[in-house]
């Protein structure tokens, strides 16, 4: 599911549909995560996948491998 940022992504401002589509990445990400991740790691994996989402990431997937990648990072 691809969804277009409708506002400029260097603002910060997200519509409700993207911030639900960004939480669910994350919180399934942190869900799924197998290492015991505090606050600030979540903090870092939601910064990723904004990033990424700013970067253009065109689909969910996308996002969930930014999560991932971020994820594995924390763990380590």
Do not use: N, T
Request: with cysteine; proline share 3%; net charge negative.
């Amino acid at each position: 599911m691809a969804v277009k940022c409708a506002l400029a992504p260097h603002m910060g401002v997200f519509p409700a549909i993207e911030l639900a589509l960004l939480r669910g990445v994350v919180r399934e990400i942190l869900q799924s995560s197998e290492a015991e991740l505090d606050e600030e790691d979540a903090e870092m994996i939601a910064r990723a996948v904004i990033a990424a989402y700013k970067d253009r990431a065109s689909c969910r997937e996308e996002l969930l491998e930014a999560a991932r990648i971020a994820a594995r990072r924390c763990a380590a």
